[in-house]
């Protein structure tokens, strides 16, 4: 999918340039932070529009954990790599040469810069028309995963109900480099292996573990049951 068409190309060009390329460059102006957090705004509306109108029946506390998992940062990072923005970010030498252009955080920021240089660009309409064939599949993925749910609060007050047991985790591994690792986790349950789940931070990696044991455990109804889907 290729990035948008913009009338005054200089605004992709800022959009597009980190803070540390300007420490190389004095004659720029001006790093893309600004459109960074403009396009955190611009992008938390439409996500909510449109997460409102595709699913009419859903409440309220469903559609706001939805966008949550929609905004985060790896979710952003998914949506710049689609793009391709990694290339043709504008990076100091440094930072490219610390692995900057795969960088999750780093990609997360851009991107979102460049829904702000966008919005500057052509107005809220066109930034819809540009997100949402990103959004929607991914909404359609996160819902089927059920990754917009807290399995891990789901899993410890199951376990402890159930079981009079607390859930522990425990890193299996993290491999690859550091910008690009994937952490591996199992969750435990009396010496007891109930789940792995991988993810590309300990975090999500230990959501997908306690996923995983609520699901062996016969509790998957929990993660369609969650608070605030009622």
């Known amino acids: 999918m290729p990035l948008p068409d913009f009338h005054d190309s200089s605004r992709l060009h800022r959009a597009l340039t980190h803070r540390s390329f300007l420490n190389e460059h004095p004659e720029e102006l001006e790093d893309n932070e600004r459109l960074e957090f403009l396009g955190d705004a611009v992008l938390d509306f439409v996500v909510g529009a449109c997460l409102y109108h595709r699913f009419p029946e859903m409440s309220e506390g469903r559609l706001t954990r939805l966008r949550a998992a929609l905004v985060r940062t790896e979710q952003l990072a998914a949506f710049a790599a689609a793009l391709d923005i990694g290339p043709h970010m504008r990076l100091g030498k440094g930072e490219e040469e610390g692995g900057g252009r795969q960088r999750v955080s780093l990609l997360c920021a851009t991107f ?74 199992e969750v435990r349950l009396g010496g007891e292996v109930y789940g792995t789940g991988a993810g590309p931070n300990k975090q999500a990696a230990e959501q997908a573990a306690a996923q995983a044991a609520l699901k062996k455990a016969g509790q998957a109804s929990l993660l369609r049951d969650a608070p605030g889907d009622s």
């Open 112 to 185: 979102e810069a460049v829904v702000g240089a966008y919005y500057l660009d052509a107005g809220i309409d066109a930034v819809r028309a540009f997100v949402e064939p990103l959004l929607l599949p991914a909404a359609g993925q996160i819902l089927h995963a059920e990754a917009d749910v807290d399995s891990k609060s789901l899993l410890q007050e199951w376990a402890q109900a159930a079981l009079g047991q607390t859930p522990r985790y425990h890193t299996v591994s993290a491999t690859g480099p550091d910008h690009q690792k994937e952490f591996t986790v």
